[in-house]
């Protein structure tokens, strides 16, 4: 079955950077577009990056933009979400997700991971 597996969240101080994972399996990976989501308590879950299925240029809600990018790798079935100058307010849960076009919509994505913790401090 197919499997969206992150890994890499944790605890991290204002300011700081970090990379997500999130390992694909059960699937033909480049033929879906990938998508990093995140979640904070008590609110929607919300898009964050999306990446195309040849890595091209990613594309961003307009609140991450110059602080997240996300990267794939193909040939491992691997796809990336790079955060920097982190703050308190992109505390969540982050979760990958697998769909069929770009979109920044959850209901274009068919698959997704457990999605790991992710805490600024302050």
């Known amino acids: 079955q197919v499997q969206l597996v992150e890994s890499g969240g944790g605890l991290v101080q204002t300011g700081g950077s970090l990379r997500l994972s999130c390992a694909a399996s059960g699937l033909t990976f480049s033929s879906y577009v990938m998508g990093w989501f995140r979640q904070a308590p008590g609110k929607e879950r919300e898009f964050v990056v999306g990446i195309t299925r040849s890595g091209g240029t990613p594309f961003y809600a307009d609140s991450v933009k110059g602080r997240v990018t996300s990267s794939r790798d193909n040939a491992k079935n691997m796809v990336y979400l790079q955060m920097v100058a982190m703050n308190p307010a992109v505390t969540a849960v982050y979760y990958c997700?697998?769909?069929?076009?770009?979109?920044?919509?959850?209901?274009?994505?068919?698959?997704w991971g457990q999605g790991p913790q992710l805490t600024v401090s302050s």
């Open positions: 997700a697998a769909g069929d076009w770009p979109s920044t919509s959850t209901r274009n994505y068919n698959y």
